[in-house]
């Protein structure tokens, strides 16, 4: 008898030109960040999001390190990011020795909460405590973060806003001030992430999308070792080598092509996911806010042990025990030993997320018949039970 085939969380979608491009690579010996496929991945993706510059890199986190490094945030320096998101949203922050006040969530989009930030620097101007340098909102699991009060706050204070948008790639605003505007488009520098688990991959890799022509600069410098032009091995600052290869670069600009058709394939699947589980007592969509063009990245429920019967655990282990893939939400960074000591703002909603949410088998190459395997198996304790 034949093995029930597995179906994992979200993997990635490699079709199009990304093999004739690496052949490319192979055929002219362009291997390493220099060739013509980073130029090209930069332009397409900054046309793609509606940025005036793109700087490709190494990785998400490096993209983010860079950044932070622009903007000169330092040791004494504090920086706000959301307490719901994957560490590495946080590490560059401590990199340069600066602190990271870990913001909890908003319910009804799971990102930073505004109104808890504003309450905070309000507070602080009142009794003439310091300010954060820079706040970063993170788009969590591909829904943008509501940055209106925030734009206004940080241009009212001489706030730099950062955005962390390395799991919504394609996430845009449908109305309010920055409608049609792409998510990482609208704080001073975003960044992305190109790693294996996201909507396009370079197998690791990272964008910094900015419209300042010398922070673009200056990124490009600071990931190829701040070496200056010339033949001689002279660098005038300490920079990093966190450029993207040339390899890496030509699959991005394959994965760009098709990024149209991924979206269109998440969006399909919650919506999929939408129609089987509305209604269903005890088991909440994830957030798609009418202002909103969220990517479903990865598509993520929250349930309720007492209505639906099955706690998170319990219902990640049945899904396991069908070979169906699933994972918590982010722990919320607070929660763990690295940032148990980081100072705090806001109360427990990113850890009740945590303790109720699941992400579910996205993969833009998820067939209907496997999804509906998936449904089945979360539904199914419930009509047994009828
Ligand atoms: C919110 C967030 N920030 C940063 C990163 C870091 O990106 P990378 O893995 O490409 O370094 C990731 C994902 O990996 C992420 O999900």
Redesign the pocket.
Known sequence: MSETPPIPLCEPYLRGNAGAYLGECLATNYVSSIGPFVERFEREFAAHVGARFAVAC???????HTAFRLLGIEKGDEVFVSTL?????ANPVLYEGATPVLVDSEMSSWNMDAGRVIEEIEARIRSRRKLPKAIEP???LGHPAALDRLVELCDRHGIVLIE????ALGARYREGPFRGRHVGTVGRLG?F???G??IITTG???MIATDDESLARRARHLTTQAKLPGVEYDHDEVGYNYRLSNLAAAVGVAQLEILPECLARKREIAARYQKAFSGVEGLSLPPACSWADPTFWLYSVLIDPDTFGLDRTALFERLRAQRIQSRPL?KPLHTMAVYRDSPRLGGAVAEGLFARGLSLPCSVGLTDLDQDRVIDAVLSHRQRGR
Do not use: M
């Open positions: 190494a990785s998400g986190t490096a993209a983010l998101t994957f560490i590495a949203s993170v788009h969590v962390d948008a390395a799991e960044c992430s190109f790693n688990n996201k690791g890799g990272g982010w």
